[in-house]
């Protein structure tokens, strides 16, 4: 089951980016110390690993450095303001700097359709096929990597890495789109040229930031850092860590519309009730009975969720602007109401009413958000990454839809699920979980009895 690498390659923008230095606004600072967004598409690809190198690989390469062309932010690195004020900033020196970035092409033995597919596997085989981030020593860091990773007479997946503090999952899917566009007019599909996404927007003057938020959350992060770390948790049980795996879950559109008949009928004609709304209720509830027989039901149970900001903002910023563009939103029950007969409605009806809030104002209370999210960490809130509406199973790089798109970086936070659309159009929603391998046992018990209920 062991990877080979066959080859690093340094992919520049051609024709050269113009490179330049670029902000770090308020919305992109509170990711600076976290890490990258790891997705893997899966492909069929029933051709030798000769095959792919002489045919596809070229249309990857160039195709890549098309894309950059257009998001050469993303080539650049993110390094402290010169200036000494204590900032960050993007910068990239252009083409002419020999800058880009890493490929890597890699060969696999392991079993495709297995990793592919939707049971149980462990999260560390699904790694092998993520690039890391190169670092430097001088402490900068690259922006974004790529892998891509052939399966002779099998499949191809193609992983893809980008520091969150670059971009949200709309930018980040943008260019993952833009790139698997490039690859078909390269390979001179019919019609290809015409279907691209449109390019980025790049000006980062479109957020405003009058309160200065971009400095005080900074200014705040330090000060966390300064005081050093939280005390460490509990010594762990002895013997060695469970294994970690990771599942994909599917609510149909029939189920998802039979959640919808039950909020509403039991939480009224109020109730916010969206598919994103009930399959995170849902979600929510099978990892609330996962943990239920050893938490205390007394106790408050959480949720963190992103919504995007770039048509609520006022005025609106085009919906194409690099960078991030999301704002949290907290939601919290009691857990007993959450283990119990309506924990699903008692969850919908919460996370409705905090997306019923962003009406007064989406960027309410935004001076208050980096200290209420450290506070919430003590609590094991389920977090949710990825949204049904960004279109992952639509990346074709001339090789069809993908049959399996995998949010690989959930693991890094506890209790956080991934979301997409189904992986069949009009499918409904796909729901990616990771978890100790007795804990997805449960999780998978309990959401099959929820299915079941619905029918």
């Avoid at 092409?105 to 092998?128: H, I, K, N, T, W």
């Avoid at 390979?187 to 927007?201: M, N, T």
């Avoid at 890094?412 to 990616?432: C, F, N, Y």
Wanted: include cysteine; glycine fraction near 10%.
């Amino acid at each position: 089951m062991a990877t080979k690498i066959l080859d690093r390659l340094t992919v520049a923008a051609s024709p050269p980016a113009p490179g330049g230095v670029l902000p770090l606004t308020f919305f992109d600072v509170p990711w600076l110390f976290t890490g990258p967004v790891e997705r893997v598409f899966f492909y069929p690809y029933p051709h030798t690993a000769e095959h792919f190198t002489a045919h596809l690989l070229p249309h990857l390469v160039s195709s890549l450095s098309a894309a950059l062309h257009r998001f050469y932010p993303l080539v650049g690195r993110v390094r402290p303001c010169p200036d000494g004020g204590g900032g960050y900033e993007f910068c990239s020196a252009g083409g002419d700097a020999g800058e880009g970035v890493e490929l890597t092409v890699a060969e696999s033995s392991d079993d495709f359709d297995e990793l592919s597919g939707c049971g149980p596997r462990d999260v560390a085989r699904l790694y092998a096929l993520v690039p890391q981030l190169p670092r430097a020593e001088d402490g900068t860091f690259a922006l974004a990597a790529a892998q891509v990773t052939v399966f002779a007479g099998r499949g191809i997946a193609v992983g893809v890495s980008i520091h969150h503090v670059a971009c949200d999952d709309s930018s980040y899917m943008h260019f993952v789109k833009t790139w698997a566009g490039q690859c078909r007019v390269a390979a001179g599909e019919e019609h290809a040229e015409g279907a691209l996404p449109p390019p980025p927007f790049l000006d980062r003057g479109v957020v405003a930031d009058p309160e200065g938020l971009a400095a005080r959350t900074l200014d705040e992060m330090r000060q966390l850092a300064a005081n050093g770390p939280p005390p460490p948790p509990p010594p762990p049980p002895t013997g060695p860590p469970p294994k970690l795996v990771i599942a994909s879950f599917a609510l149909t559109r029939d189920r998802i519309d039979r959640l919808k008949q039950r909020v509403v009928a039991d939480g009224g004609e109020r109730v916010h009730c969206s598919a994103f709304t009930v399959a995170c209720a849902f979600a929510w509830a099978c990892l609330a009975r996962v943990d239920g027989g050893r938490a205390d039901a007394e106790r408050r149970a959480h949720l963190l969720f992103s919504v995007e900001c770039r048509r609520r903002l006022a005025p609106p910023i085009p919906q194409e602007y690099l960078g991030n563009c999301l704002r949290p939103c907290f939601v919290e029950v009691g857990l007993g109401e959450l283990l119990g007969g309506d924990g699903v409605v008692a969850a919908a009806s919460a996370i409705g009413a905090s997306v019923r809030a962003l009406d007064d104002g989406v960027l309410a209370g935004a001076g208050g958000w980096f200290h209420k999210i450290l506070s919430l960490v003590p609590e094991r809130p389920m977090s949710v990454g990825g949204s049904p509406r960004y279109g992952v199973y639509e990346t074709d790089f001339g090789l069809g839809r993908p049959i399996k798109v995998e949010l690989v970086s959930i693991d890094k936070t506890p209790g956080t699920v991934s979301l997409a659309e189904g992986r069949e159009k009009l499918a409904g929603i796909e729901i990616g979980v990771v978890l100790p391998e007795a804990d997805m046992a449960r999780f998978s018990s309990c959401f099959a009895d929820g299915l079941e209920q619905l029918l």
